[in-house]
């Protein structure tokens, strides 16, 4: 691990649902199945906060999930939207602090449809490219397969819909859950070490899953400090603009309760402290400035462009490549089979 002082605001993933989505929806039905073959890693690129953050540092894409083959299953790390903290502590931490600190579901496995809803929403497109990369076939269903049939899971019925259950995966003694402090550093995770809280976001289960399968460590990218203080104030702009603009992940904060406070501003501070150093339950800015500021801070972390080999990370052959980054983009289509009801938490 890089000795350097880190900051998760770098490669900020939406692991998280779509920010562009007016309304989040956990259940629903698939239009079909999936294309995507077994093994192959799988990209969306989505707006909002998220892409603004991605933007800032050359990166584009912003969730990735693992398939298991054409209308099958999808395992990935993600988080439902947070709820709004109660009252009064809503005007001084708006975000419900235990939300950001144990992220649900974190990692999941889900049936079409249960992903298609994941992606989509209420219906209006949360992304704007949906792609997928096999690179080896050999070696990708070989990933595939070992976290489908090698890691231990357990049900869980969906918390929208009894009736339906999707299945959460146990790692390191436990189930996984998603963690921003991962966005701060890795940690143990690519090669399957200890992480605080047991955290896991959308890429590094990817590196973990690389290197479960034997296919070697991914390691993680240093990220300097101007790309850091650049991401650290493009999160904190757009989780505040969002808010203000009663847009997607952040839209409902403050609009329940009146507060004499500036609740968008303290939602995003909450958020960037809570990245940085696991402060979910304070907003106050000083903590995520003073990390920006200090010249001495990078970010050491897995984004989706670094499992995909874009953006300048290492592709095809070159040390530290993905087996999925020999590959070049494949649309995914809706066309294996019927439409699948399922939910995603």
Known sequence: MNPAIVLPLVVVSSCLASAAAAAEQACGYSSAGWNAPNGAAVFSAGSGP????????GEVRTHSMLSHGPGKWVTHAT????????????????????????GYPGLEQVNQGGIYRFLYGSGASGSTALTYQVGDPVKAASIGNTIWWDVPYYAAPSIIDEAAAFTRLSIRGGPVRYSFYQYRST??????????????VCSSFLAYAHHADGQGAIPPYTYNHTKLASAANALHAGVRGDCEDSLGFWGSLGTSIACFADVCGKAADQVANCMASHACDTSSSSLWRG???????VAVSISPDLIGGWSGHAWGTQPGATVWSADMNHNVQWNSGGNVYGCWY
């Not at 988080?79 to 144990?102: F, G, H, I, T």
């Not at 399957?192 to 047991?198: K, L, Q, Y």
């Not at 990390?291 to 801070?297: A, C, F, Q, S």
């Open 50 to 57: 998220i892409g603004d953050v991605l933007n800032a540092v």
């Open 291 to 297: 990390v920006r500021d200090d010249p001495k801070t």
């Open 79 to 102: 988080m439902k939207q947070p709820r709004e903290n109660s009252w009064p502590a809503v005007c001084s931490a708006p975000v419900r602090p235990s939300d950001l600190l144990e």
């Open 187 to 200: 940690e143990g995770t690519p090669t399957g070490g200890p992480a605080w809280n047991n955290g896991m």
